[in-house]
């Protein structure tokens, strides 16, 4: 067989000194040949370098930072001038490339002087490439500026981004990372943008999962968008939704949460009681702590009885809130007074609770309202802080409590065991996948399926979801 010599791409000499450069792409960024192109054609290069969407920046700046190794020394002289924020910053004409914000800048601010801006870049891409750097800036000194409208960028957070141009190494402080960020993607900063997503990932808590998703949607970071849901899913039952802190978050991101499949809850009622402290919280604004349960129970029981808070003008916007619990999966006499006796549902939703549960115990135990397993399963969780045997007792009272008993001599159930922990800023996940069992009372059939996991992770979040099909 004969073997295909790979295509070649055309080129075309530059200049006369014989420099050849690629006709298809006539911007890659390659200064020294589009100088010579532009004196061999006559073409304005002036005019050329104000269109700057026609530039490849990101190309350029990865020519114009190919030869610096260092930052420069003590005694170079800053040879840009950058007037921001009531401020001027002195730079070095090398680092300030690393910002495609403050390339694009310097290539139009070079473009407005009487010199051929070619011919000055020229200067300083033979001073860089020789051996010995000059002691004084080949290139005259441009002043460039720039205006900020971002609320989020303060100066210390724009003086730290300035920093990184000159330091990859630069230590982010967490009380100013917002800054930082927002710092980061004004300037095209794409390293130290990275970095701050990086640290805002591992910095989530309850004091900061606000503004980090905000931010997060702000500038379309999908991973920080993800790692803040995915924190919230695990963390908004058992950690947030006992703090104040709980009113800071958005209703959409809410919303959200309550829909996944992955989300941890001790049980549906705990559930509840998150939602009806989260609408407490945005209806009282000047709490500083969050109060107890009867309190919030006691605040929706206080409204005229002619009307429930969900249909009134003040709890409607809240309603998309609780279409996304699952009531039904509340079964627990005291619990089910409390939904009656506060006056915030409808009517219409406590008629269709109470009938499906007395439909479910006239038949056994079957669900038949209830056919998916990842959104109307009915979950049950633990957390576990320490490592225990099947065989050990010390679990919580709320595990050996009872509550009615089918007289069947075997159930059928479609169940899921889940099991989630945090190791190294990812998150693993466990789990049995859907499977459908009958349960009897007999020995061999009244085991489950057995989920087994090796992790490090400490605590591990640990969910039971059922539904009880009809059989």
Not at 50 to 57: G, N, Q, T
Not at 121 to 135: M, T, V
Not at 389 to 403: F, G, H, I, T, W
């Amino acid at each position: 067989m004969l073997r295909q010599n790979p295509p070649r791409l055309d080129r075309r000499i530059c200049g006369v000194n014989d420099r050849w450069r690629f006709p298809r792409e006539p911007y890659l960024g390659d200064l020294l040949g589009l100088s010579q192109l532009s004196r061999a054609t006559g073409v304005d290069i002036d005019n050329e370098l104000k269109i700057l969407d026609r530039l490849h920046i990101p190309q350029l700046q990865k020519i114009l930072t190919g030869s610096i190794k260092k930052k420069p020394r003590q005694d170079t002289i800053a040879d840009v001038t950058l007037d921001c924020m009531g401020f001027k910053w002195e730079l070095h004409q090398p680092q300030l490339f690393h910002s495609g914000t403050l390339t694009k800048l310097y290539l139009c601010a070079l473009s407005q002087k009487n010199t051929d801006p070619m011919k000055e870049l020229e200067k300083f891409l033979r001073g860089e490439s020789s051996k010995e750097l000059p002691k004084k800036s080949p290139i005259k000194k441009i002043a460039i500026s720039l205006k900020i409208n971002d609320p989020l960028v303060t100066k210390t957070a724009f003086a730290t981004a300035l920093k990184s141009l000159y330091n990859k190494e630069t230590e982010v402080h967490m009380e100013e990372v917002l800054g930082v960020l927002a710092s980061a993607n004004i300037l095209q900063f794409p390293d130290l943008f990275k970095k701050c997503v990086s640290l805002m990932k591992d910095g989530i808590s309850p004091c900061t999962i606000q503004t980090y998703y905000l931010a997060a949607c702000k500038y379309k970071e999908e991973l920080l968008i993800t790692a803040c849901e995915k924190w919230l899913e695990m963390n908004l039952v058992p950690l947030i939704g006992r703090q104040i802190y709980l009113r800071t978050i958005p209703q959409e991101l809410l919303q959200k949460v309550l829909k996944s499949h992955r989300l941890f809850t001790f049980s549906e009622f705990d559930l509840l009681k998150t939602a009806l402290y989260w609408v407490y919280l945005q209806l009282n604004l000047k709490l500083h702590s969050i109060p107890i349960y009867e309190t919030v129970l006691a605040f929706f029981d206080s409204f005229p009885k002619k009307c429930p808070f969900l249909e009134r003008e003040l709890g409607q916007k809240f309603l998309p809130v609780f279409h996304c619990l699952r009531l039904h999966g509340i079964t627990k006499g005291k619990d089910l007074e409390d939904i009656k006796h506060i006056n915030f549902f409808p009517e219409t939703w406590i008629v269709r609770i109470l009938a499906n549960h007395y439909h479910a115990l006239e038949n056994g135990g079957d669900m038949f309202h209830v056919k998916d397993l990842s959104t109307q399963a009915i979950r049950f969780g633990l957390l576990i802080n320490q490592r225990i045997k099947y065989s050990d007792m010390n679990l919580p009272a709320a595990v050996c409590e009872r509550s009615p008993v089918s007289l069947r001599q075997e159930r059928l159930v479609k169940y899921e065991i889940r099991a989630q922990s945090l190791v190294d800023g990812s998150w693993q996940e466990f789990s049995t996948n859907t499977l459908t069992q009958k349960f009897g009372l007999i020995k061999s059939t009244s085991k489950s399926h057995i989920l087994k996991i090796e992790t490090v992770g400490n605590p591990i979040f640990v969910t039971y979801a059922f539904i009880f099909p009809t059989s």
